[in-house]
């Protein structure tokens, strides 16, 4: 996880552009539930949804976006939800994949 704004990986800048770098995190498949998830930890119901179509990269190793900039303060997980398994295969049931607190000011 890399902000590049702030040049670190534990803030999140509104506006700013994050990368996200691992392994079959491509978002793919149908489901409504398939995205990028910020969910703010103190009240998901602040949580806010990037579909694929709303991501700069969208690769096998790597996500990057916009963070939005209408996140409210707080601290935030990423959420990878997707069925991508890698070599053109989809999962029968989408995998969720979650990454640490970020802080965003």
């Known amino acids: 996880m890399y902000d590049a704004a702030s040049k670190s990986g534990g803030t999140l800048t509104k506006g700013g552009f994050l990368e996200i770098r691992g392994e079959n995190i491509r978002i793919c498949g149908d489901e409504e539930e398939n995205g990028l998830y910020f969910v703010n930890i103190q009240d ?16 096998s190793s790597c996500i990057a976006c ?40």
């Open 44 to 59: 998901e119901s602040n949580t806010v949804k990037l579909s694929a179509g709303e991501l700069g990269i969208n690769k």
């Open 66 to 105: 916009v963070v939005p900039a209408d996140l409210e303060s707080g601290t935030y997980s990423i959420k990878v939800v997707t069925r991508f398994m890698g070599g053109g295969t989809l999962r029968k049931e989408p995998q969720e994949y979650t990454f640490g607190n970020f802080s965003v000011e």
